[in-house]
């Protein structure tokens, strides 16, 4: 059994309070009052006790991600079956388990060195959920959205990714640029359309974007008009995707990747066939 969902992710951001005052005050996310023990600011979106760790710094990118295995059963047999494939890594440390509230883990770098943690025992929090927006999150067995991450070469991070036990959804040609069209490939590894998507692409961040998914178009809404009262950014105005039928926007966040944040999205079932597309949205989603 390989992963479940992704649990939470890492980013190092140089204005957090910015960052948070844009995730709580626009998306709705719930900070944490208490910093992490390595001193990370921390965001929720449901009852687990952080889903997004802030670490102060200048890089302004995904530091690492994390996604959730079973119980330690699963993760020995995950680890032991990508040590036979040349996947080696280590198991992660007590400083390390202590900072995200888990019981164990092991980290692995991707093909393009981001550090992938493989953990189980999420931590719950001690209260439930509160939104200052009143924003309810698409979450549980779900995890924590989505990621899309710049890769270098995509037969080797979908290979690689594979054996962590994604599947491939479908593939999107997208014109990233004039005369620039690029392959993007969506993977699954819950019945959430996309867990991660690959980007194989010269964009200026490792991360491109992560997503966000509430239960109401009115939260989807009034969060795309509140961004813009606060100056936010929008990068994609709101529209409807062609593969998981998510009807979102894109904002820019402070540290100059994307938080995209939508409603609908479809599931994966048994029967699923992977299709290709050659545009990313039946609608909209009309770049600023």
């Known amino acids: 059994m390989g992963i479940q969902q992704l649990a939470y992710v890492g980013l190092g951001v140089s204005d957090v309070a910015a960052w948070c005052?844009?995730?709580?005050?626009?998306?709705?996310?719930?900070g944490v009052e208490a910093?992490?023990?390595?001193?990370?600011?921390?965001?929720?979106?449901?009852?687990?006790?952080?889903?997004?760790?802030?670490?102060?710094?200048?890089?302004?990118?995904?530091?690492?991600?994390?996604?959730?295995?079973?119980?330690?059963?699963?993760?020995?047999k995950l680890t032991d079956?990508?040590?036979k494939a040349g996947i080696t890594g280590q198991a992660m440390s007590a400083a390390d388990l202590a900072a995200r509230g888990v019981a164990g883990g092991y980290r692995v770098k991707d093909p393009d060195g981001l550090d992938i943690e493989l953990?189980?025992?999420?931590?719950?929090?001690?209260?439930?959920?509160?939104s200052?927006?009143?924003?309810?999150?698409?979450?549980?067995?779900?995890?924590?959205?989505?990621?899309?991450?710049?890769?270098?070469?995509?037969?080797?991070?979908?290979?690689?990714?594979?054996?962590?036990?994604?599947?491939i959804s479908d593939y999107i040609d997208f014109q990233l640029a004039p005369g620039m069209s690029v392959k993007l490939a969506f993977l699954h590894c819950n019945p959430r359309h996309h867990t991660l998507a690959l980007i194989?692409?010269?964009?200026?961040?490792?991360?491109?974007?992560l997503m966000l998914e509430v239960d109401s178009i009115?939260?989807?809404?009034?969060?795309?008009?509140?961004?813009?009262?606060?100056?936010?950014?929008?990068?994609r105005h709101l529209g409807r995707h062609t593969n998981d039928h998510m009807l979102s926007f894109y904002a820019q966040t402070?540290?100059?990747?994307?938080?995209?944040?939508?409603?609908?999205?479809?599931?994966?079932?048994?029967?699923?066939?992977?299709?290709?597309?050659?545009?990313?949205?039946?609608?909209?989603?009309?770049?600023?």
């Open 81 to 83: 079956s990508l040590a």
């Open 21 to 30: 005052r844009t995730a709580t005050e626009v998306f709705g996310m719930e």
């Open 132 to 167: 200052p927006t009143a924003a309810a999150f698409v979450t549980g067995s779900q995890g924590l959205g989505h990621i899309v991450v710049r890769v270098a070469d995509a037969e080797r991070s979908l290979t690689f990714y594979q054996r962590l036990g994604f599947s």
């Open 254 to 288: 402070p540290a100059g990747f994307d938080l995209e944040y939508g409603f609908g999205g479809r599931s994966i079932g048994k029967d699923w066939k992977v299709a290709h597309y050659d545009a990313i949205s039946f609608w909209g989603h009309e770049p600023q």
């Open 218 to 235: 009115d939260t989807v809404v009034k969060a795309y008009y509140q961004a813009q009262k606060q100056g936010v950014p929008i990068v």
């Open 35 to 76: 910093r992490s023990p390595d001193g990370a600011t921390r965001l929720r979106v449901d009852d687990t006790a952080w889903r997004v760790a802030l670490h102060p710094g200048g890089v302004d990118d995904v530091l690492y991600a994390g996604f959730a295995v079973a119980d330690p059963g699963a993760l020995k």
């Open 200 to 209: 194989p692409a010269p964009v200026p961040k490792r991360l491109n974007h």
């Open 119 to 130: 953990v189980h025992g999420l931590p719950a929090a001690r209260s439930a959920f509160h």
